[in-house]
């Protein structure tokens, strides 16, 4: 018998099939691979084409330069952390988001050119920004005429709603009326004196708080206004030991608002005596004061960086990380932050970056945030927050004395006068300073002036038990 081999060889027929079946698994196999190979590229190609994979750009608006640079520039960092850890994570989309920072220079006209330039030039999808109510005031009409977004993280006046705007801050409900009510009740204040810087905001809180003393039958015995980033603060502190009120409620703001605090201090004005309690200082402008300055005073806030949550805890922890152990954070800070992954949350709900469909979303976002659980209002566009007082220590951190534990629902306009009352008072302020949101330097004098009927202030240096004229005892 022959052997395979042997019959193989004797038999051309047979080894020509065999070759021939051989050569066309091979040219099978390479078809296929050339077709997978094919197929990748053409998916490839596909995906290229219907998914986009640029970054997703958004726009960063504070000031890092002028008087409220001491404030805003931390509020850079936090949202500057929240958008690198969204990276981390993998971005928004399967895309990358890259900032662009524009330094508001703490002018509100700056802060409108820059918010027009982010939005036509640099086509962001979003801004975060802004810190003083008159910067916000006027990019308002920006964001409006643009039909774009601005996500605003910093507690105001109220007396606002705009569509075009997401409100993260406080409302005054939030912050304003529940601290004068504290003041009234836990240090049984009766007789108090309101100071703020010349601008918007400071103006409509006292007109707040005002309304808020008549109802209780409390006395508003002085008020005064501090030019915008003046540090001469000398006549407003006078006018506070003239008073001699039981509280000073101060909305005085950067680099004011700490050259205030050293002269009060050196003034004798003691929180033993004569508490203040701030609307304005966190911990990060503490964290650049004396430890004496303020320590003992009081402000109110929706956050304070000595909550004890595991959530802050973990925010503060990060941060910390990111800048540095020595430093601190603050309300704005972390309400900068929150308003970073409250915007993310609606990309990623929304399926896309478009300004109206995020803006949709976001009216529908909550959080569990270093504070607490925090939900934006769909029908007001403002943050439900808690709210807390803190009483600052010798460390520049606070103890909290008082806090409202759950979230507050947001209301805008106060209650005392009706919407239209109210936005009537904000158009008439924008007027008498000359279609600005901030009084002119010499409106006042070069150091403020004061603003209540000097009779309420002659009254207080009488014995507690007159009742002199201006007096509402």
């Not at 051989?22 to 998916?43: D, M, P, S």
């Not at 109220?158 to 003041?183: D, F, K, R």
């Not at 836990?186 to 808020?212: E, M, T």
């Not at 008020?223 to 005085?252: C, H, M, R, W």
Request: glycine share 8%; net charge neutral.
């Amino acid at each position: 018998m022959l052997s395979n081999t042997q019959a193989a060889s004797e038999n051309p027929e047979t080894t020509n099939r065999s070759f021939g079946t051989g050569t066309r698994r091979v040219r099978g196999a390479l078809a296929w691979i050339i077709f997978i190979a094919l197929g990748a590229l053409c998916w490839f190609a596909i995906d290229r084409v219907i998914v986009d994979r640029s970054p997703i750009v958004v726009g960063i608006l504070h000031s890092q330069t002028g008087p409220m640079a001491v404030s805003e520039k931390s509020m850079i960092d936090a949202e500057i952390l929240a958008l690198e850890q969204i990276n981390a994570a993998g971005g928004l989309l399967g895309r990358p988001v890259q900032w662009i920072i524009a330094d508001g220079a703490s002018d509100p006209e700056t802060f409108a050119t820059q918010a027009e330039k982010l939005i036509r030039t640099d086509k962001v999808c979003v801004v975060f920004g802004c810190w003083t109510s008159a910067s916000r005031k006027s990019v308002l009409p920006v964001f409006e005429s643009n039909d774009h977004l601005l996500i605003y993280p910093m507690a105001y006046e109220g007396l606002e709603q705009s569509p075009n705007i997401i409100y993260v801050g406080a409302a005054p409900n939030q912050q304003i009326t529940p601290a004068v009510s504290w003041c009234h009740s836990k240090l049984s204040a009766r007789r108090y004196f309101l100071v703020g810087s010349d601008y918007i905001w400071p103006h409509c809180v006292n007109a707040i708080i005002s309304d808020q003393l008549k109802g209780v039958g409390d006395e508003l015995v002085g008020e005064f206004y501090i030019p915008f980033g003046s540090t001469n603060v000398d006549a407003a502190v006078q006018a506070i030991v003239a008073a001699k009120p039981d509280v000073v409620l101060s909305s005085v703001v950067g680099d004011s608002a700490i050259a205030f605090a050293q002269k009060l201090r050196a003034a004798g004005i003691r929180p033993e005596q004569t508490p203040v309690l701030t609307f304005a200082l966190g911990e990060n402008e503490l964290s650049s004061m004396k430890r004496d300055d303020f320590t003992g005073n009081y402000a109110a806030w929706n956050y304070f960086q000595s909550i004890d949550r595991p959530e802050n805890a973990a925010f503060v922890s990060a941060f910390k990380a990111r800048y540095g152990k020595d430093r601190t954070v603050s309300d704005v800070m972390n309400a900068a932050y929150s308003s970073v992954i409250l915007w993310a949350q609606a990309v990623r709900e929304a399926g896309r970056t478009d300004v109206s469909q995020v803006r949709y979303a976001l009216r529908h976002q909550s959080l569990n945030a270093a504070e607490g659980i925090i939900a934006v209002d769909p029908e007001t566009q403002h943050t439900w927050l808690p709210v807390s007082i803190g009483r600052i220590r010798q460390d520049g951190q606070f103890d909290i004395v008082w806090s409202s534990n759950t979230a507050v629902r947001p209301v805008p306009f106060p209650i005392t006068r009706s919407r239209e009352a109210w936005e009537q008072f904000v158009e008439d302020l924008h007027q008498q300073w000359g279609g600005k949101w901030a009084a002119p330097a010499n409106m006042g004098g070069a150091s403020g002036g004061a603003v209540i009927a000097p009779e309420s202030i002659k009254s207080s240096k009488k014995p507690a038990s007159s009742k002199g004229k201006g007096s509402s005892r």
